[in-house]
């Protein structure tokens, strides 16, 4: 374990939210903003983790997630959106999903739990995140049409298979450790369903 936090990105399109955002994380971490899916693909200071937006100008935050993992950055990525989780998740590539709003502690809360989802070797992160888009999912969808949806029945067995796999993935992390990341399922889960995170 060693993943450390420096710099955090930013990217959002509505100018005020993305400067609020950054004052909050001034306060622990170096900040750079971009506003659009084209600068954030030219930033050319070394960041480690991203909070993204999923609608902004130039190439979606979807886009950009994806162009940012096709050139090899595998830092922790949280999309921080009003867009509420649908389908198309299932083919993106990042580690935690918060819907807006988010209050200064939440997004606090959510940089530590990157920072703990980056110290974390790719197999067993890549297994966490599908956990996630699973709960993210069983939060939004109702039962008739996640059942009918072979993409999430995918999924869904994907997570059983590796969890069996993998046995107890969080055997190797410490107990604040393995708290951040059933915070963060359980979160995903609950926030689209009776959950107090994000109403937007």
């Given at each position: 374990?060693?993943?450390?936090?420096?710099?955090?990105?930013?990217?959002?399109?509505?100018?005020?939210?993305?400067?609020?955002?950054?004052?909050?994380?001034?306060?622990?971490?170096?900040?750079?903003?971009?506003?659009?899916?084209?600068?954030?693909?030219?930033?050319?200071?070394?960041?480690?983790?991203?909070?993204?937006?999923?609608?902004?100008?130039?190439?979606?935050?979807?886009?950009?997630?994806?162009?940012?993992?096709?050139?090899?950055?595998?830092?922790?990525?949280?999309?921080?959106?009003?867009?509420?989780?649908?389908?198309?998740?299932?083919?993106?590539?990042?580690?935690?999903?918060?819907?807006?709003?988010?209050?200064?502690?939440?997004?606090?809360?959510?940089?530590?739990?990157?920072?703990?989802?980056?110290?974390?070797?790719?197999e067993v992160r890549n297994?966490?995140?599908?956990?996630?888009?699973?709960?993210?999912?069983?939060?939004?969808?109702?039962?008739?049409?996640?059942?009918?949806?072979?993409?999430?029945?995918?999924?869904?067995?994907?997570?059983?298979?590796?969890?069996?796999?993998?046995?107890?993935?969080?055997?190797?992390?410490?107990?604040?450790?393995?708290?951040?990341?059933?915070?963060?399922?359980?979160?995903?889960?609950?926030?689209?369903?009776?959950?107090?995170?994000?109403?937007?």
């Amino acid at each position: 374990m060693g993943y450390i936090i420096e710099t955090v990105l930013i990217v959002e399109d509505e100018v005020t939210l993305a400067d609020h955002y950054a004052e909050i994380l001034n306060t622990k971490y170096d900040v750079v903003t971009a506003y659009s899916g084209t600068e954030a693909l030219e930033v050319e200071e070394s960041v480690d983790a991203v909070f993204l937006d999923r609608k902004i100008p130039g190439p979606s935050g979807g886009e950009v997630l994806e162009r940012l993992r096709d050139r090899g950055h595998d830092y922790p990525v949280a999309m921080l959106t009003a867009v509420r989780p649908d389908w198309d998740i299932v083919e993106m590539g990042f580690d935690d999903y918060l819907l807006k709003p988010v209050g200064i502690q939440d997004l606090l809360n959510a940089t530590e739990r990157l920072e703990t989802l980056g110290a974390i070797e790719r197999e067993v992160r890549n297994y966490i995140r599908k956990n996630i888009k699973q709960a993210s999912l069983e939060g939004e969808k109702d039962a008739s049409k996640l059942a009918s949806s072979e993409a999430f029945e995918t999924l869904k067995s994907d997570v059983s298979n590796r969890s069996s796999e993998l046995g107890d993935v969080t055997a190797d992390l410490s107990q604040a450790e393995t708290e951040l990341i059933i915070d963060t399922i359980s979160r995903n889960l609950d926030s689209s369903k009776g959950g107090s995170t994000g109403r937007k």
